[in-house]
């Protein structure tokens, strides 16, 4: 008897398959599935609500750093495409290619017609196209800096799909800029990639390490890509936002040139950077416990659920109803952290209320509430907070809980950063010093983890960890300043990365 | 010098060319241009704004009502298309076709490659890709009423595109809901074509004449299709919104069944809705003048451009950029229409003034301030008000301006919506009773308006219209109720309807 397993809502759990433990928390939370259309995935309303609020809160960042929102088109002709070497070369494998812009009927079957002169791509990123854009519109330095931002679906073919984490169709921000010089582009480029950082740690509570890639790694045709890297509960490495400092790269290809002050025609200096709906998966990842989904409340669809106990008796069920319904309205007059708003619902559903608690259970709702008879004559909450085990129930007097709804959603974002913070502390070893212990860590079941170790910034020391499944991450911003041995090849080196296996 | 044309900012005038004042108004407001992609637009920065103000409202309106949002694939198969007879007949012949997955260089050449299996439509809409979700969704009647939503671009192919009326690819949202009775689903279908002409009349401050549309002219598979219909200001009528009642023929496309309370198995009853950045489209034909846009307050990006005059004085522009900035900040620290906060911007790009105001006038903002040494010195502010002559300027104490800010802003609002319900009203004939006497009427020059009048509901007097460039855009919610002579054939008729050019 007490070797009998805990229940729990989610089978597999993470230890006994990770991997099968994510699939089952997103279907189980009513997330996302995948199409039927290769790679495609549904994102179904809880997820696409995470996702609104992900937006609602990034894009209110993107807009106050300056930027400004526009569309461009899904198609991009291959004349474009070409233009950048590198670019194409790095997307050239991915690419959904559109030939034909109708349907003819034939011998009983649907066949494309009307082949196009020359076909068009759907998007993978739309550097190309915003770019033929701004050379028409940037004459003079006066034009100077152009900040846009948009959000879009993208394409890239995926051979080996998973839900959120690599999906053929994805949604995303790209921010596209134009700068008169390197220092105001690289600048950008850094502060966007603040803006991540901070917006990834204070609303979905993973905290992330900052750095830049290595030459390998690079967005296809930057001279420096800045990302964020988080860790997942099974210590792999999942990149959450990256920043692009472009150069004149793509203002060359696309000929965005500019009269400076001195009245010479200039090539001007770009920045791209992006985040993508990955961040779900990210989320799933890292806060997600054995019974289902944990959504930080800053970024939860709905904060509370109140689900009714009802019984065989109208009288009752009436009061029952008349209390949920007032303590629902009085929440959603509430707010947390300042200014967000308490999303409280009353799920008057016709499922039975078991089902209905588990259901919000494994959807990671912050709260919920079951109110039965008792509750409504003792003026009393039962209270589920997702942060504490899923069994656990706390007993409160309706008033308290209503004036402290607040607080505990604000301890409920706070738990699940402090656990992310303490994971990423606990597994980031700094101990590793040569490619034998390198190897054998890594090389352990489950949990593994990050090394951050000295790196000669060799393009065959980095092959040679990439052979094993490993990859450096970053070049962290944040730097020791010591001098010590490539932990690969034994070499003296003095830059830090971060080596770990990857989403 | 009687005969002196006045002076405007956009060029031709409507009288000169309305199509190409349409044309000149989009550009010179910076809100959109044709990209190199065939069909496609690059939505810029101020008509985006314009974009993203309806998708908030309205997104508002579409929760209140009770939906949620969800994203569903790009990529339709062809298997699923097939399935409705109607719908893959009315979209056969605008759909892009995507036969390949990757490209290689060939030759110094990009080449499509990786055929797929079978090729996948770029969605035109999302009816059938929706409805293989749903089958698999519902199970019982608990499950049901389904209500979702989708923000998302499609694309038909066009053949005569026409920036934000008619384009190869535009935004837009689709509604789709599922119901267990015929009922349901007609209310529905009603409830948000309600939701969109209170939508339209009170933020994008256009009248319009909510009806059904006649057969021939119903969305590809629909039971009803129900339109509202805008006049714009040459005459003509531009569809706004449309709401469909599908009745079972979605459902048993994409077997959409569920279990009834008696146990047994039923197909399900379907709705879709949308708008899209047509809308737009109908924003610009309904206010704009010879000056260029003018933009209802309630969706205006911003409110209020304020304008430094600066001199060649440090000293006195200094006092000015400050005196500008207070007011700025007052402002934006203001309301109107109840909650709307006002957005003010303090305009200090390195551009001419005169040509920052003209800019911002042209952009159809609802107010421009420009503050000069004098105004500086007597507290005042000169007031451009875009619902008056675009010269005509009032000078105000600048608490004065402030304090009634929130007020002109309304009575811009109110202006629009009561010159476009002047206009509809002027030029929807009643007096129309015959066959000689429509054609008369629109074969002349210029506004030729809406005719309200009798139709026999014969599919040959609607073909007969039809091949005269005029089309039945509506049978009025609104019937009058009376009886006469159909205005084709002159046969007894009961049935109003809006007959006229359109968009």
């Known amino acids: 008897?007490?070797?009998?397993?805990?229940?729990?809502?989610?089978?597999?759990?993470?230890?006994?398959?990770?991997?099968?433990?994510?699939?089952?928390?997103?279907?189980?939370?009513?997330?996302?599935?995948?199409?039927?259309?290769?790679?495609?995935?549904?994102?179904?309303?809880?997820?696409?609500?995470?996702?609104?609020n992900m937006q609602r809160e990034l894009d209110r960042r993107i807009k106050a750093t300056g930027h400004e929102n526009a569309y461009f088109p899904l198609f991009i002709p291959l004349s474009y495409i070409e233009k950048e070497a590198a670019h194409v070369e790095g997307f050239a494998k991915e690419m959904a290619v559109v030939t034909h812009h109708r349907l003819v009927s034939k011998d009983g079957e649907l066949k494309p017609a009307g082949e196009l002169e020359s076909p068009l791509v759907v998007r993978p990123t739309s550097e190309t196209i915003i770019g033929a854009s701004f050379a028409n519109w940037i004459q003079s330095y006066k034009d100077l800096p152009v900040l846009i931002n948009q959000w879009a679906n993208v394409v890239r073919w995926e051979m080996r799909p998973r839900v959120f984490l690599r999906t053929t169709e994805f949604l995303w921000q790209e921010g596209h800029t134009v700068h008169a010089t390197h220092e105001e582009a690289v600048e950008e480029t850094e502060k966007m990639f603040k803006v991540y950082q901070d917006f990834v740690e204070e609303f979905l509570a993973i905290p992330v390490i900052p750095?830049?890639?290595?030459?390998?790694?690079?967005?296809?045709?930057?001279?420096?890509?800045?990302?964020?890297?988080?860790?997942?509960?099974?210590?792999?490495?999942?990149?959450?936002?990256?920043?692009?400092?472009?150069?004149?790269?793509?203002?060359?290809?696309?000929?965005?040139?500019?009269?400076?002050?001195?009245?010479?025609?200039?090539?001007?200096?770009?920045?791209?950077?992006?985040?993508?709906?990955?961040?779900?998966?990210?989320?799933?990842?890292?806060?997600?416990?054995?019974?289902?989904?944990?959504?930080?409340?800053?970024?939860?669809?709905?904060?509370?659920?109140?689900?009714?106990?009802?019984?065989?008796?109208?009288?009752?069920?009436?009061?029952?109803?008349?209390?949920?319904?007032?303590?629902?309205?009085?929440?959603?007059?509430?707010?947390?952290?300042?200014?967000?708003?308490?999303?409280?619902?009353?799920?008057?559903?016709?499922?039975?209320?078991?089902?209905?608690?588990?259901?919000?259970?494994?959807?990671?709702?912050?709260?919920?509430?079951?109110?039965?008879?008792?509750?409504?004559?003792?003026?009393?909450?039962?209270?589920?907070?997702?942060?504490?085990?899923?069994?656990?129930?706390e007993n409160m007097p309706r008033d308290e809980f209503v004036t402290g709804a607040s607080a505990i959603l604000e301890r409920i974002q706070k738990s699940y950063y402090d656990a992310a913070v303490a994971r990423l502390n606990e597994h980031t070893h700094t101990d590793i010093h040569d490619y034998k212990s390198l190897l054998k860590?890594?090389?352990?079941?489950?949990?593994?983890?990050?090394?951050?170790?000295?790196?000669?910034?060799?393009?065959?020391?980095?092959?040679?960890?990439?052979?094993?499944?490993?990859?450096?991450?970053?070049?962290?911003?944040?730097?020791?300043?010591?001098e010590g041995h490539c932990v690969v090849c034994g070499a003296e080196a003095k830059m830090d990365a971060i080596f770990a296996m990857a989403y």
Not at 303 to 316: F, G, K
Not at 354 to 380: A, C, F, M, Q, T
């Open 1 to 52: 008897m007490g070797n009998k397993k805990a229940r729990t809502a989610i089978s597999p759990t993470r230890e006994e398959d990770y991997s099968g433990w994510y699939q089952s928390v997103v279907r189980e939370a009513d997330m996302a599935e995948m199409s039927h259309v290769r790679g495609c995935m549904v994102i179904k309303p809880w997820g696409y609500g995470i996702w609104e």
């Open 211 to 393: 750095g830049e890639k290595s030459e390998s790694e690079r967005f296809p045709g930057a001279i420096q890509t800045f990302t964020i890297e988080a860790m997942m509960q099974d210590g792999k490495a999942l990149q959450s936002g990256t920043s692009h400092y472009l150069g004149q790269n793509f203002a060359k290809a696309s000929k965005i040139q500019f009269a400076a002050e001195s009245g010479e025609l200039e090539y001007a200096y770009t920045t791209s950077w992006g985040v993508s709906t990955r961040l779900i998966g990210a989320l799933i990842m890292s806060h997600s416990d054995d019974d289902g989904l944990r959504v930080p409340p800053r970024i939860a669809p709905w904060h509370i659920a109140i689900v009714p106990i009802l019984r065989n008796d109208e009288e009752v069920n009436a009061k029952i109803e008349a209390y949920c319904k007032e303590i629902t309205a009085e929440l959603n007059k509430s707010y947390f952290a300042g200014n967000q708003p308490i999303m409280a619902k009353y799920d008057d559903r016709q499922y039975k209320p078991v089902n209905k608690k588990w259901g919000w259970i494994k959807k990671g709702i912050p709260i919920v509430l079951e109110i039965g008879p008792r509750d409504v004559e003792n003026g009393s909450v039962s209270v589920l907070a997702r942060d504490k085990n899923a069994r656990e129930y």
């Open 441 to 482: 860590l890594f090389s352990k079941k489950g949990m593994t983890g990050f090394v951050n170790a000295k790196w000669c910034e060799s393009i065959e020391c980095e092959d040679k960890v990439t052979s094993k499944k490993l990859t450096i991450r970053c070049l962290p911003i944040e730097q020791s300043g010591t």
